[in-house]
């Protein structure tokens, strides 16, 4: 792993202090488990939105960010952070984890990204998401697992910005061809420059506000 990736080893602070400082230039992963793991379109949305912090927080009692799946395509990863981490943002890339925190615990903290892996059935965090206000939703492996519906609260799907920000199908079915298994929700104020000046302008809108 890059130099430049590393865990922090400062536990005292809680997720709640860290993120009312440094929210503004976080992803923060909602129950990211035991380990993080699989997070290379995380990443990718770290360095398309020029992010510094990569947040985990769970209730588990113990959170591994070191572990040896934490990227799907390593050799990918490891070249999109070097080509980030060069010059001025040398070394700025950190990962922050928080064990022992519970989900409900930040409501109203803003951060840029959320991420929802892996969502246990009937937890549901629309509510806490939308306090915070992040600019975009990453929901990954939704086979089984409680999707956010994010609808009616501000934001849309949007499918431009996956293909904008190269993100890759996540352990798709086989038997659904283009299946992704992720969806990413766009907060309706931020950035949609790409939809204004395309060409399909009205079939993105339409299928914004009938899919979306």
Known sequence: ???????????????????????????????????????????????????????????????NPTSSNIFIDRECMEELLANYCQGESRGLWAIEVFPNTWVEE?????????????????????????????????????????????????YVRTWIKVRQYGLQPFRPWPIFPGERNLI?????????????ASRWKVFWRLRERFIG
């Open 1 to 63: 792993m890059s130099g430049a990736l590393s865990p922090s080893s400062d536990y005292e602070h809680s997720a709640v202090a860290f993120l009312r400082r440094y929210g503004h230039t976080s992803l923060v992963s909602l129950g990211c488990g035991f380990q993080l793991n699989r997070i290379d379109n995380h990443l990718r949305l770290m360095a398309a939105l020029n992010l510094t912090f990569y947040v985990g927080i769970d209730q588990v009692s113990g959170i």
């Open 184 to 196: 990413l929700w766009r907060r309706l104020d931020f950035d949609d420059a790409e939809i204004q």
């Open 106 to 154: 930040l409501s109203d903290l803003h951060c840029a990204v959320v991420v929802c892996q892996r969502v246990e059935p009937d937890c549901r965090w629309e509510n806490i998401i939308v306090s915070m206000r992040p600019k975009l939703v990453l929901q990954e492996d939704l086979h089984g697992c409680e999707r956010q519906q994010l609808r009616g609260h501000g």
